[in-house]
């Protein structure tokens, strides 16, 4: 650990050749001191090379010494839960953060004390919320994705989307089954139709099923907000659409 931190300074990021050869075999050299210092009864010298170890793979990434750094806390009175929280934190953790064993061990021996205590929580990271208010669908079938005059396939035809293009909808009809565009959406109004609609389920009489036409977008995918919008501007279900902003 010490001659890695000192000699391979870029850690598990390392992209030189051989770099990641050079990490897994560190993993698995400290991972079975591990192992050999648990026979011995060393627990709180297992615990240390298991947490050195898992620093030089992914935090995803399953290896023996993590294993045997649970076994450590364990026999150090640690709870499993506890030991795995403890596990996952060292996991995460960069060994560029410690140079060498000793800086280790005193981070890893204040870990060690909360993990007895019961202190340490998981950490979840909870998906930012939206005020967004705006509806985007993204097209699946694009042989079904026909616009309508009216929320039936029996009404009028005004346009079709393509496969992938993104609609923007006002709000969605028929039980869920039908999307009504936004004012925003260019359709063919010449007849006078001041409202499209686009079929979000369409029923396959052949396999009595019904098939996505349309996906709905997450806010996270959502375009940026339009320039007409950020003005403050209100468009009308009559005359011309605003351009589009694809650049």
Known sequence: FDCHTTARPKGRGDTRQGGNEWSSQLCELLGMRADALLR????????LDACAAVHF????????ARTRGITACLNLGVSEDQAKLLLDDMS???ELDFQGLKALKVVLDVALQ??????????VLEAPKS????????VLDPEECKLYSGPDFRTRVLGR????????GQQVVKEGRWLELHVSEAHDDSMGHRKAFVPILFLDEEIEEDIEVLEKIDVSEYPRLPIWEQLGLKLKPIGIKPPSERF
């Open 161 to 168: 989307r393509q496969f992938h293009e993104v609609l923007r």
């Open 40 to 47: 011995l009864e060393e627990y709180e010298r297992a615990l």
């Open 114 to 123: 909360s993990a007895k205590n019961g202190s340490l929580k998981p950490v």
């Open 131 to 138: 005020d967004d208010e705006r509806i985007y669908y993204r």
């Open 57 to 64: 793979v992914p935090a995803f990434e399953w290896c023996k």
């Open 92 to 94: 995460k953790r960069s």
